[in-house]
């Protein structure tokens, strides 16, 4: 039996699922990055204040790191990087489909084509620094959590997720909200310029429900890999990298 497959070669319902949830999670951080959220907090924080400032699409972008840890580890780093790198080209098509249906003739039953764009149409500066974003983070996190899988076999699969996550998540974090706030406004005219101050806490915000989702999805991504080991008759243990 091949690592990851059934019998006659067809995908297991768990990679299909992984990477199910790994591109469900992609398509709606691109279609949510625009809203920019905003919590108080009990207490107030250094450079944040009071007030926990994040992209729409913290959430839905952590997510992605959950699946690719758990498919990494159950099929390992050249499967995962195929993965991570056909969901970049996919983001493609999901841009031209929603820019196209955003050009197209509204009928005169449909809702206001001026809302539909304004939020669906992620604009450019925000679709370049998701993008770039995404494309180094996550080979990052591929790359150091089969890196520290070398030293420790597969034990402490817990140090694998939260070491490779927590510093992909920092990595996409400062680059996206560099781009997309400061560099790419700057230089294609597009969406505000954030002064550092704001740029500063909109990073500190979202590394930090970032970070706290790492902590949390530790158990989540052991009782799937255990659950899919067991299923599997631990055929998908100790792939190469």
Request: one cysteine or more; charged letters at 10%.
């Amino acid at each position: 039996m091949t690592s990851g497959t059934s019998q006659e070669g067809v995908p297991t319902i768990a990679q299909v699922g992984l990477i199910g949830l790994f591109v469900t999670a992609l398509v709606t951080a691109q279609l949510t990055a625009s809203k920019v959220l905003a919590f108080e907090l009990p207490v107030a924080l250094p450079v944040t204040g009071a007030e926990l400032v994040l992209p729409g699409a913290a959430l839905a972008y952590a997510l992605t790191f959950l699946a690719s840890d758990c498919y990494a580890e159950l099929y390992g780093r050249r499967a995962a990087q195929i993965v991570v790198n056909v969901a970049f080209a996919l983001n493609f098509v999901v841009l031209v489909l929603v820019w196209s249906t955003i050009a197209a003739p509204a009928a005169p039953t449909s809702v206001d084509p001026g809302m539909f764009e304004t939020v669906l149409g992620a604009s450019t500066n925000i679709v370049i620094g998701s993008l770039l974003a995404y494309l180094v983070s996550q080979n990052w996190d591929v790359v150091v959590f089969h890196r520290i899988r070398e030293y420790t076999g597969r034990e402490k699969l817990w140090l694998r997720n939260v070491a490779s996550t927590a510093s992909s998540q920092a990595i996409d974090t400062v680059i996206f909200v560099a781009i997309a706030f400061s560099l790419a406004p700057m230089v294609v005219g597009v969406g505000p310029v954030l002064p550092v101050g704001e740029l500063l806490a909109l990073m500190i915000g979202q590394y930090i429900l970032k970070l706290l989702i790492a902590l949390v999805d530790t158990p989540i991504v052991y009782a799937i890999v255990h659950l899919v080991r067991t299923r599997n008759g631990e055929t998908t243990a100790d792939v190469p990298a």
